[in-house]
């Protein structure tokens, strides 16, 4: 949406309540090329965990023994999560500038618990029958649901409060590591759907992963709403690309200084006699189940910086591409998801099952051989439904998705 717009009453936040003011449109080419930028980064991801699930990777990843492709494939795809966690954050501050606080309030409740919905109704019967048991998989989009409808709360704090929650949150949390509570105990369900990854026991032999504990993902979206004002219309570009290089080379700076200290932020790393590429991989090999202060602070600062060069060559090809895959994010993921266990069982169910109970590839370059042979063919169809989002403000539900 171009031009200017007031901003409503009982405004989120810092923000006033005048309706005198410009703010941000809506869409940025640049925050949506960047959603895109993950996107496509996921796929690679979710394509091992399709095709070559067989070959161990541990959390973090075991520098003396992985494939060193998979190491830095892994490494690349740890920008996923906490940029798409932190855009969510913006988004909903983006959102929140157009309508009361009412509004926002009710868009991220109803936003949050579809997002529940999708993981517990779709998402995770679609690994059914691959598990040996039937799992509900609290993964990002649960984790996203819930911070949803926490931040619907959050965003009411003072703009101050919300970014010092979101700090303490993002650098004190791994002092709760070592609290870790079992089956038993009362606060156990809790604590794992909070910080303690691990498996919660339901009726009819079904469990449930808590894949995406979301104490850490609070302060990440808390701090992307955070940054909101910094995308406001009547801020300078200038102003606005040197406060995002300064954060980004900032944290990244961080995650140098307190990696090479190795004693907090996550598990200490090793050098490998005699192997600097193994020894570069310990280096970035990072927790991210739940993630760790360092797998945060580069991967966040490295977020910043790629705003600024998107907004830098925003009138680029490489931009209008991403961006198509950014505008409709929801649709791409449960696309490229359905897509992938449609080949998985078709392949199963022609070849058999090769290793154990799995059909899967014997060599990891066939992985990125179908990376790039979907990218082209997920394009189309998400190209489509961007198109129509845009397209068709009159149907409501098209935001949700």
Not at 49 to 66: G, L, M, Q, S
Not at 324 to 335: E, K, Q
Request: proline letters at 6%; one cysteine or more.
């Amino acid at each position: 949406m171009a031009g200017s717009i007031s901003i409503p009453s009982g405004a989120v936040g810092n923000v006033s309540q005048s309706r005198a003011k410009p703010v941000v449109s809506a869409r940025l080419a640049n925050i949506d090329a960047l959603r895109g930028f993950v996107m496509v980064l996921m796929l690679l991801d979710h394509l091992r965990e399709t095709w070559f699930v067989n070959y161990a990777v541990t959390d973090p990843i075991n520098a003396t023994t992985i494939l060193p492709a998979i190491g830095f494939a892994r490494f690349a795809a740890s920008f996923c999560a906490p940029i798409f966690v932190a855009l969510t954050g913006l988004g909903v501050y983006l959102f929140s500038v157009h309508h009361t606080v009412e509004e926002t309030t009710s868009y991220l409740l109803k936003r949050g618990f579809l997002l529940i919905a999708i993981e517990l109704l779709y998402l995770s019967p679609l690994y059914w029958g691959i598990v040996p048991q039937p799992t509900f998989w609290l993964q990002v989009i649960w984790c996203i649901g819930l911070c949803m409808i926490a931040l619907s709360v959050l965003m009411r704090l003072p703009r101050p409060a919300l970014i010092a929650f979101g700090l303490i949150v993002l650098c004190l949390h791994n002092l709760l590591d070592p609290i870790q509570m079992t089956q038993g105990d009362a606060l156990f369900p809790l604590w794992a759907i909070l910080h303690q990854r691990d498996v919660i026991a339901l009726p009819l032999g079904f469990v449930a992963k808590t894949t995406y504990p979301i104490l850490p993902w609070l302060g990440v979206i808390s701090l992307g709403f955070g940054i909101g004002p910094w995308f406001r219309s009547d801020t300078a570009p200038e102003v606005r690309q040197r406060r995002l290089l300064l954060l980004g080379f900032g944290l990244i700076a961080a995650f140098i200084v307190l990696r090479l200290i190795n004693v907090y932020g996550d598990k200490p790393w090793f050098v490998v006699e005699g192997d600097p590429v193994r020894s570069l991989i310990s280096f970035i090999s990072l927790t991210k189940y739940p993630p760790s202060l360092l797998f945060l602070l580069p991967t966040l600062g490295g977020g910043a910086l790629l705003l600024v060069l998107f907004e830098q060559i925003n009138n680029s090809r490489l931009v209008a591409a991403l961006a198509v895959f950014g505008g409709a994010p929801m649709f791409f993921y449960l696309l490229h998801l359905t897509v992938l266990r449609i080949l998985y069982h078709s392949a199963l169910a022609i070849w058999g099952p090769n290793q154990g109970q799995f059909y899967m590839f014997d060599n990891y370059n066939w992985v990125l051989v179908w990376y790039v042979a979907m990218i082209v063919p997920l394009y189309i169809p998400t190209a489509w439904y961007s198109r129509l989002k845009r397209r068709r403000k009159d149907i409501a539900w098209l935001k949700y998705f």
